[in-house]
Nanobody, 121 residues
Framework: QLRLVESGGGLVQPGGSLRLSCAAS????????IGWYRQAPGMRREAVSC????????YSAAPVKGRFTISRDNGANTAYLQMNALKPEDTGLYFC??????????????WGQGTPVTVSS
């Protein structure tokens, strides 16, 4: 069964850090573009950061550039999103995705179920 399972979300104070994980089963992540997306309450889902299969091409949205880092561990078949210097506007439901099409498409082939991130004092 093909699954992407996110973990690592939670409540953090502004300026804090979280590391999200996305464990894949039923597919080999190293063959896919991977991506992290988020959806804030009342907003559309947006791409946060994406990485090509060879890890050489990375996209990061302007609001997170310099603060968030996407990575993958092919041996563990897992993707990560390290989030530093978190701000209240980073609050939302974070999804990982995998796709063969291109970097950060609006409709990736596969989605995880999401993990919530709340940045609040």
């Amino acid at each position: 069964q093909l699954r992407l399972v996110e973990s690592g979300g939670g409540l953090v104070q502004p300026g804090g850090s979280l590391r999200l994980s996305c464990a894949a089963s039923g597919l080999t992540l190293e063959s896919y573009n991977i991506g992290w997306y988020r959806q804030a309450p009342g907003m559309r889902r947006e791409a946060v950061s994406c990485m090509s299969p060879d890890s050489r091409t990375i996209y990061s949205a302007a609001p997170v550039k310099g603060r968030f880092t996407i990575s993958r561990d092919n041996g563990a078949n897992t993707a990560y999103l390290q989030m530093n210097a978190l701000k209240p506007e980073d609050t939302g439901l974070y999804f990982c995705a995998a796709t063969t099409s291109r970097l950060c498409p609006p409709s990736p082939d596969y989605w995880g179920q999401g993990t919530p991130v709340t940045v609040s004092s």
